[in-house]
C-alpha cells in the first residue's frame, strides 16, 4: 500500500483492530490506550476526542501533544520491515504504534512495553 494512502487511513478506522488484537490475547482496551498515550502524549480526553473526530494518521501524529523520546528505544521486525530502519518519519510513528501493540499481543508486560 503506497505511503499517502496510509496516512490519509482514519485512526478511529484502524484503533478497534488494535484493541481486537489485545483482546483476543486476553489484554485490554485500556492497556492499547495506555500504550497510545505514552507513545503519543494525548490524554485519554484528546485521545478521545481524535477518534470522534476520525482523524487520519498523519494529522494524528503531527497533532500528537508530546512524541515519547522513548519511542526511539523501540526496535524489532513489523510487517517484515524492521521499524528502526524504516527512513520515512511518520510511516516510522505508525510502525513504532504497531510493534507495540504486537508485543501486548504477544503478552509482553506493560513495563517493557513502554521501556521503562
Given at each position: 500500500?503506497?505511503?499517502?494512502?496510509?496516512y490519509?487511513?482514519?485512526?478511529?478506522?484502524?484503533?478497534?483492530?488494535?484493541?481486537?488484537?489485545?483482546?483476543k490475547k486476553g489484554r485490554t482496551k485500556s492497556e492499547v490506550d495506555e500504550i497510545i498515550r505514552w507513545l503519543t502524549g494525548y490524554s485519554q480526553k484528546e485521545l478521545e476526542t481524535q477518534i470522534e473526530k476520525r482523524t487520519n494518521f498523519e494529522t494524528f501524529f503531527a497533532k500528537a501533544p508530546q512524541l515519547n523520546p522513548?519511542?526511539?528505544?523501540?526496535?524489532?521486525?513489523?510487517?517484515?520491515?524492521?521499524?528502526?530502519?524504516?527512513?520515512e518519519p511518520l510511516m516510522q510513528e505508525i510502525r513504532y504504534l504497531d510493534k507495540l501493540i504486537d508485543e501486548l499481543?504477544?503478552?509482553?508486560a506493560m513495563e517493557k512495553i513502554l521501556r521503562k
Open positions: 500500500m503506497e505511503n499517502s494512502r496510509v490519509a487511513m482514519s485512526f478511529a478506522g484502524v484503533y478497534p483492530q488494535y484493541i481486537t488484537k489485545a483482546e522513548s519511542r526511539k528505544l523501540i526496535t524489532g521486525v513489523v510487517c517484515g520491515i524492521r521499524v528502526d530502519d524504516i527512513k499481543a504477544k503478552g509482553k
